[in-house]
T-cell receptor
Framework: AQTVTQSQPEMSVQEAETVTLSCTYD???????LFWYKQPPSRQMILVIR??????QNATENRFSVNFQKAAKSFSLKISDSQLGDAAMYFC??????????FGGGTRLMVKP | DTAVSQTPKYLVTQMGNDKSIKCEQN?????MYWYKQDSKKFLKIMFS???????INETVPNRFSPKSPDKAHLNLHINSLELGDSAVYFC?????????????FGPGTRLTVL
């Protein structure tokens, strides 16, 4: 079984600054995938970024990047140049072959103008 | 173009009623899912279907019955609704059932049971 833990229920960041959201996971699988999803007030779940566990290089998508520490089972999300539209719930999730997404409890990100 | 759509977006009903939520995806995906998000925002898988066949049933009460008429649709029927069923239900789809296949979510259906 997999577990995903997000230890920060809430975070806040000043507009234009950088924030890092934490996520740790636990799995005995060697082949798995990690995801960050964003859920704005509209409720829509939007994929932000994904990381294959076999890749050492950290994934990057524009202002979003991850710090993937496989040995520590850590998968944090860094948001650079934060914008008001980044305010949302962020969910970390993991998945291995043949299984479903397992989500963390979420982190609410507030962006201050 | 909406990739994964759900109807209705909001559903308010009385305890004991039976209701359905519909889901359709136009991505040509083979695998579809239902997730439940409770009042504390915790998201949990309920079901997964691949090409109309049930793959995963995560100990969901049998009052919940998914139905997949074709691989583009996965509907959720709930009998004898209870207060604890109040939640947001998300449909999702992915190309296949592999870990590498990204899941795309619908907009969610907020179910309120009175």
């Amino acid at each position: 079984a997999q577990t995903v833990t997000q230890s920060q229920p809430e975070m806040s960041v000043q507009e234009a600054e950088t924030v890092t959201l934490s996520c740790t996971y636990d799995t005995s699988e060697s082949d798995y995938y990690l995801f960050w999803y964003k859920q704005p007030p509209s409720r829509q779940m939007i994929l932000v970024i994904r990381q294959e566990a076999y890749k050492q290089q950290n994934a990057t998508e524009n202002r979003f990047s991850v710090n993937f520490q496989k040995a520590a089972k850590s998968f944090s999300l860094k948001i650079s140049d934060s914008q008001l539209g980044d305010a949302a719930m962020y969910f970390c999730a993991s998945r291995y072959a043949g299984n479903m997404l397992t989500f963390g409890g979420g982190t609410r990100l507030m962006v201050k103008p | 173009d909406t990739a994964v759509s759900q109807t209705p977006k909001y559903l308010v009903t009385q305890m004991g009623n039976d209701k359905s939520i519909k889901c359709e995806q136009n991505l040509g995906h083979d695998t579809m899912y239902w997730y439940k998000q409770d009042s504390k925002k915790f998201l949990k898988i309920m079901f997964s279907y691949n090409n109309k066949e049930l793959i995963i049933n995560e100990t969901v009460p049998n009052r919940f019955s998914p139905k997949s008429p074709d691989k583009a649709h996965l509907n959720l029927h709930i009998n004898s609704l209870e207060l604890g069923d109040s939640a947001v239900y998300f449909c999702a789809s992915s190309r296949g059932g592999m870990g590498s296949d990204t899941q795309y979510f619908g907009p969610g259906t907020r179910l309120t049971v009175l």
